[in-house]
């Protein structure tokens, strides 16, 4: 199943469970290969694999995005298969997928081949609960792994209840 179509139906399926859960959560990937005919070396494109991500924050259903000045987050944090990775926090609109996310970042590189997202955590920084779980997001589960040479790029649009 190519990743187009995989992508269409985890949307048409995450957009019932938004609905009720205030939350989506859309994947795509990229297509592996060592394109200089490498022949599967572990280390060979090891700086193409990482997550992507993207997010906004809202107050709920049918509100808003806070902007990145109200936005009560520091960052995200990716339960993986493989272990936790914090995503550093730059403030910019992205379109993707016909949404716009005001935020973005990336992981470290060198995941290990295979590592696929079990849930994503918005963190908070204010003072009082800093470092805390704000809101949580589910995963894709392994059918969006990463690739051998390609970053996997996850959208999440975490509202805060």
Known sequence: MTTYLRTLLLLGFTGLA???????????????????????????????????VYWSIDNGAGTTPLTCTQAPASHVELDTSTGTYAVGQECRATPYMGFVFDFWGSTVVGLPTGTYVTAANLISDDPKTAGVVVSTAPGAGPNYALPSCAPTIVAYPFSLQ
Not at 27 to 40: A, E, H, I, L
């Open 18 to 52: 938004a609905s009720s859960s205030g939350c989506i959560l859309e994947t795509t990937s990229g297509g592996g290969g060592n394109p200089s005919g490498g022949g599967g070396d572990a280390s060979y494109c090891s700086t193409e694999r990482y997550f992507q």
